[in-house]
Nanobody
Framework: QVQLVESGGGLVQAGGSLRLSCVAS????????MGWFRQAPGKEREFVAS????????SYADSVKGRFTVFRDNAKNTVYLQIGDLKPDDTAVYYC?????????????????????WGQGTQVTVSS
């Protein structure tokens, strides 16, 4: 089984930046598609970003394109989410997820159902 631990959340003013980290253990990291999802209070969990096995392919939700960057360091078993120009609507618990796969298909990995392993989440709060 794969264990995922997120960190890096916090309270930040609108327009600020954060970098979230997710450290994986218990598997071969390069064999997993990695994703980020978020869930705001009273809302369903939504897709944020995903990245292929070596980080060469990436996908983003329309709401975060141009502001968020997902990247991974396989030597450190870590995937990151760099968040810029934060908006109050970005306030949510951010979750890291892993999917064992052979090929990366961006459309498929925008669905939470494709991911078998999940972290506990890290809170991002953006003030106006």
């Amino acid at each position: 089984q794969v264990q995922l631990v997120e960190s890096g959340g916090g309270l930040v003013q609108a327009g600020g930046s954060l970098r979230l980290s997710c450290v994986a253990s218990g598997g071969t990291f390069s064999e997993y598609v990695m994703g980020w999802f978020r869930q705001a209070p009273g809302k369903e969990r939504e897709f944020v970003a995903s990245t292929s096995f070596n980080g060469g392919a990436r996908s983003y939700a329309d709401s975060v394109k141009g502001r968020f960057t997902v990247f991974r360091d396989n030597a450190k078993n870590t995937v990151y989410l760099q968040i810029g120009d934060l908006k109050p609507d970005d306030t949510a618990v951010y979750y890291c997820a892993a999917a064992r796969a052979t090929y990366y298909h961006a459309d498929l990995y925008s669905s939470s159902a494709r991911f078998e392993y999940w972290g506990q989440g890290t809170q991002v709060t953006v003030s106006s």
